[in-house]
């Protein structure tokens, strides 16, 4: 460890977050606030995190002996993503490290299989689903639900829309694709939805919860590029039963720190639940100035167990988009027309070089107005990525 612990102040919590990306990186600075020592097993010297974090050891998290001797000097491990094998987790958790969440509850966010049939068992409504391992199958899926189009998903390892295809026949070339993948697939009715919606809970080990409002997200290509909190037009009955399930699962589940659970709003009214996700979420970014209490910092509080913070929105709307990598390589050139046509503006670069399509930052803008606050979110992520040059 970079520190040592009795160079540290007497009961500073070490928390190890696994996983150096951009969610380590802006849980660092509730973690600055909070004075936590935040520790986090980074892929590179130079990923997000570890630009931001002192202490920041480059170790594969798919190694046991890496993992075990970056947990030996944490107070409790938690994740910036979910790809640490679940076996591995659970030996650590045997040999007495905190884990949280914990491998029973993570499995359902590293595994869209497990996730869909333990949902069905707590009556959270889901889309229709399989398991499918040939083109029969797939037939009879289809039969099933009313024909094609369907979906095909990998059940693990899948982000940001990689491993999720539409498919319209068993013939379809897609399905070659899908199980090239090696991976178990998933057959799901393709959702007619009006929009996504997203509920964020926080839950800590003692059973306390809180919930954020439910807010809107549009993904493009798979990518979530914007989200607007609270969702707009949303019947309060709906928003209600969105955060209760939201909890329902995270208690039944065992969920410890923040809960993401993804959901289509159908056009037939149904609410129901796409995935879960085990850790800060981009649908809970616009937090950090839309809510009295960031995701992050509820993150840190529930993995603590310390008591919750409100989750309560501060403004009318907040509106996040993202910045994803474009034409224009130096993200900063364009922060001058930004800053000074919007000093309510918040902006939040990753500390990444861009690429194509690639999460590079995100800004934040709130207020009473949705439209307005909608368009000066667009425009500054437009203007920064070379998209508008006014
Ligand atoms: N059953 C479905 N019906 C309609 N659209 C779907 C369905 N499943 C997924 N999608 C679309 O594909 C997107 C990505 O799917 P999903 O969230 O399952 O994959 P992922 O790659 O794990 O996502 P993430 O980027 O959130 O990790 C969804 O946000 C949604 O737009
Ligand atoms: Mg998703």
Partial sequence: MKFKREDLPVGTP??????????????????????????????????????????????????????????????????????????????????GVKVRPGPDALVHAQDKAVMRQRLDTIDAPAPAHQVVASKADIEDFAKRIGGFPIILKTTRGGYDGKGVWVCTSAEDPVVDEAFATKVPILAEEKVDFVRELSAIVARSPHGQAVAYPIVESVQRDGICVEVTAPAPGLDPDKAAHAQQTALKIAGELGVVGILAVEMFEARDGRLLVNELAMRPHNTGHWSIEGAVTSQFENHLRAVLDLPLGSPAARAPYTVMVNVLGGDVEDMHLGLLHCMARDPGLKVHFYGKSVKPGRKVGHVTAYGDDLAEVRERARHAAAYLTGTIDE
């Fill in 14 to 95: 070490v928390v190890g977050m696994v996983g150096g990306g951009q969610l380590a990186r802006m849980t660092q600075e509730s973690a600055i606030a909070l004075g936590i020592q935040l520790r986090v097993l980074a892929e590179g010297e130079t990923v997000s995190a570890a630009q931001a974090v002192a202490d920041a050891p480059v170790g594969d998290y798919r190694d046991p002996g890496t993992v075990r001797r970056f947990a030996a000097e944490t107070d409790v491990v938690t994740f910036d993503h979910e790809h640490v094998p679940t076996e591995l987790l659970r030996a650590l958790e045997a040999e």
